[in-house]
């Protein structure tokens, strides 16, 4: 699975499979411009807002006043707005339904009365699949508001992650050479006048761009169509290749199965209700053959990871069937999807501010992928090693936790002399409580024993001692110097 930069500017290329055509009015093509005015928090000072900047990119218009977008172009926005392809017009806009994972967004204009204009815009009709080697049209924004179609072809479809890491959606590759645009953040792609994909990355140098299939905007809508968005279901295993000849021996799998192990089963999901359990192999699903790399052959795109029968077919609450071997004995079982549980550590927090705690100096926060993506583009190498393991085994982290609290930094103060150096140990007791979640952390707070905050982390030095009385002033003091809160804690 090939994953591509989202953040990307298009350099002015008119060369390659793809082209330049004629484009009819941007009304008639279905666009309008979105400007969005975003601002995240800091990752190593979770109090503080970093500074806003904007964001600005297309959006395909739909029936309703609806207008499909990416999540990125809506994700940490103080200020969306809707302009028309000219700039002449424009109105404030909210967000209608958002899924960070599949990296798709549905807005609405804030008040349709004022918004006349968007009436006058050719809604886009929803496409059906596009086969491999046709031809897609995506679209662009001139600054003077024309319409910029280039063409290009559909070389391969693959499950690809394009802005949350770690969630795969059918997506294609398109071969085409885009132009320079000041629109170019997010891009509609149709094929025969008809919504096809929304653009999510694009790879100047290969002139390759990722486009998310018809078939997960399909889902995406159907279940914004109630006004009660759910989100994609997930079965909740995690899965091991079964290429290994020995492996496939002592499982006692014959030459001509492939199938996946199942080394874990997440608690309350699909897997867990349905019977499954650790150690089985799952050798089908809904009737799909997977082979040992849990690939299964689809009958429009060639083979897909298994993942897709769940996600690019499935609704929650939708059942599938898997076969499956147990202790050498086939069996079959029945699944109802169900949404993805949220795990230990979030792979995002967008859209609400970091939890934090400070206490005397210590700075303590719940662990999130997206923190850990804060230490830079090699980030699985350059944050913090027990962390990273936590993220990439969370079982061992689980049990009585509903989040991984960790202190992040020490601010030195008289009550912390002698921790300076100390930052991104795991917190697993306060005061002789555990630490479950952030709210616990601050519950065990308020009850020092013999005047002293006694808290227990997992490496060197093991065990930290906060003077009570000492932190408290130092607390005020913060606040004194400018500390907006001394906490923010999850409701």
Same mark, same amino acid.
């Not at 967008?350 to 303590?364: R, T």
């Not at 393991?389 to 601010?411: Q, T």
């Not at 400018?482 to 999850?490: E, F, N, S, Y």
């Given at each position: 699975?090939?994953?591509?930069?989202?953040?990307?500017?298009?350099?002015?290329?008119?060369?390659?499979?793809?082209?330049?055509?004629?484009?009819?009015?941007?009304?008639?093509?279905?666009?309008?411009?979105?400007?969005?005015?975003?601002?995240?928090?800091?990752?190593?000072?979770?109090?503080?807002?970093?500074?806003?900047?904007?964001?600005?990119?297309?959006?395909?218009?739909?029936?309703?006043?609806?207008?499909?977008?990416?999540?990125?172009?809506?994700?940490?926005?103080?200020?969306?707005?809707?302009?028309?392809?000219?700039?002449?017009?424009?109105?404030?806009?909210?967000?209608?339904?958002?899924?960070?994972?599949?990296?798709?967004?549905?807005?609405?204009?804030?008040?349709?009365?004022?918004?006349?204009?968007?009436?006058?815009?050719?809604?886009?009709?929803?496409?059906?699949?596009?086969?491999?080697?046709?031809?897609?049209?995506?679209?662009?924004?001139?600054?003077?508001?024309?319409?910029?179609?280039?063409?290009?072809?559909?070389?391969?479809?693959?499950?690809?992650?394009?802005?949350?890491?770690?969630?795969?959606?059918?997506?294609?590759?398109?071969?085409?050479?885009?132009?320079?645009?000041?629109?170019?953040?997010?891009?509609?792609?149709?094929?025969?006048?008809?919504?096809?994909?929304?653009?999510?990355?694009?790879?100047?140098?290969?002139?390759?761009?990722?486009?998310?299939?018809?078939?997960?905007?399909?889902?995406?809508?159907?279940?914004?169509?109630?006004?009660?968005?759910?989100?994609?279901?997930?079965?909740?295993?995690?899965?091991?290749?079964?290429?290994?000849?020995?492996?496939?021996?002592?499982?006692?799998?014959?030459?001509?199965?492939?199938?996946?192990?199942?080394?874990?089963?997440?608690?309350?999901?699909?897997?867990?209700?349905?019977?499954?359990?650790?150690?089985?192999?799952?050798?089908?699903?809904?009737? !799909?053959? =997977? #082979?040992?790399?849990?690939?299964?052959? @689809?009958?429009?795109? $060639? &083979?897909?990871?298994?993942?897709? +029968?769940?996600?690019?077919?499935?609704?929650?609450?939708?059942?599938?069937?898997?076969?499956?071997?147990?202790?050498?004995?086939?069996?079959?079982?029945?699944?109802?999807?169900?949404?993805?549980?949220?795990?230990?550590?979030?792979?995002?927090?967008?859209?609400?501010?970091?939890?934090?705690?400070?206490?005397?100096?210590?700075?303590?926060?719940?662990?999130?992928?997206?923190?850990?993506?804060?230490?830079?583009?090699?980030?699985?190498?350059?944050?913090?090693? !027990?962390? =990273? #393991?936590?993220?990439?085994?969370?079982? @061992?982290?689980?049990? $009585? &936790?509903?989040?991984?609290?960790? +202190?992040?930094?020490?601010?030195?103060?008289?009550?912390?002399?002698?921790?300076?150096?100390?930052?991104?140990?795991?917190?697993?007791?306060?005061?002789?409580?555990?630490?479950?979640?952030?709210?616990?952390?601050?519950?065990?707070?308020?009850?020092?024993?013999?005047?002293?905050?006694?808290?227990?982390?997992?490496?060197?030095?093991?065990?930290?001692?906060?003077?009570?009385?000492?932190?408290?002033?130092?607390?005020?003091?913060?606040?004194?110097?400018?500390?907006?809160? =001394?906490?923010?804690?999850?409701?």
């Amino acid at each position: 699975m090939n994953l591509r930069p989202l953040f990307f500017l298009f350099p002015l290329l008119l060369l390659g499979s793809g082209s330049l055509a004629a484009a009819p009015d941007a009304d008639e093509a279905g666009l309008i411009r979105i400007n969005a005015t975003i601002q995240t928090y800091s990752p190593a000072q979770p109090w503080e807002r970093n500074n806003p900047s904007r964001r600005r990119g297309l959006g395909a218009v739909l029936n309703d006043l609806r207008i499909l977008t990416t999540a990125e172009m809506v994700a940490d926005t103080t200020y969306l707005e809707l302009e028309s392809a000219d700039g002449t017009r424009n109105t404030p806009a909210k967000v209608v339904a958002v899924d960070y994972e599949a990296n798709l967004a549905l807005v609405s204009p804030v008040d349709p009365a004022q918004c006349a204009w968007i009436k006058d815009i050719k809604p886009l009709q929803t496409n059906g699949p596009v086969d491999i080697d046709e031809q897609i049209d995506i679209w662009q924004l001139e600054d003077n508001g024309n319409a910029l179609r280039t063409v290009g072809t559909v070389r391969s479809v693959d499950l690809l992650s394009s802005f949350v890491e770690g969630h795969f959606f059918l997506s294609y590759e398109v071969k085409a050479s885009m132009q320079g645009s000041s629109s170019s953040y997010t891009l509609p792609a149709t094929r025969n006048g008809k919504l096809a994909g929304i653009l999510t990355s694009y790879d100047s140098k290969d002139q390759i761009c990722d486009v998310l299939a018809p078939e997960i905007i399909a889902i995406f809508l159907q279940d914004v169509a109630d006004g009660n968005y759910t989100g994609f279901p997930s079965l909740g295993v995690a899965t091991v290749l079964t290429e290994d000849p020995y492996f496939r021996a002592f499982l006692g799998l014959n030459d001509e199965q492939g199938g996946l192990y199942v080394s874990r089963i997440l608690p309350g999901s699909g897997a867990d209700e349905s019977g499954l359990q650790e150690k089985d192999v799952i050798l089908a699903i809904d009737g !799909n053959p =997977l #082979d040992r790399r849990g690939y299964y052959l @689809d009958q429009r795109y $060639g &083979r897909l990871f298994w993942t897709n +029968l769940i996600t690019g077919r499935k609704k929650v609450g939708d059942s599938i069937t898997l076969d499956i071997i147990r202790d050498g004995e086939a069996k079959s079982l029945t699944a109802v999807l169900q949404r993805r549980v949220e795990p230990l550590i979030p792979s995002h927090i967008h859209d609400q501010p970091p939890a934090y705690l400070i206490k005397g100096g210590l700075v303590f926060q719940d662990l999130s992928q997206q923190y850990l993506q804060a230490f830079g583009k090699e980030w699985q190498t350059r944050a913090p090693l !027990n962390l =990273l #393991d936590a993220l990439r085994n969370p079982e @061992d982290y689980e049990e $009585g &936790r509903n989040r991984l609290v960790f +202190l992040s930094r020490v601010v030195a103060t008289p009550a912390t002399i002698g921790y300076d150096q100390i930052a991104s140990l795991i917190v697993t007791e306060v005061n002789g409580r555990p630490v479950k979640d952030m709210n616990s952390l601050a519950e065990a707070f308020q009850h020092p024993v013999d005047g002293l905050h006694t808290i227990k982390i997992d490496d060197i030095p093991y065990v930290l001692y906060l003077d009570a009385t000492l932190s408290d002033a130092v607390d005020q003091q913060l606040l004194q110097s400018g500390l907006p809160a =001394l906490q923010r804690l999850p409701e």
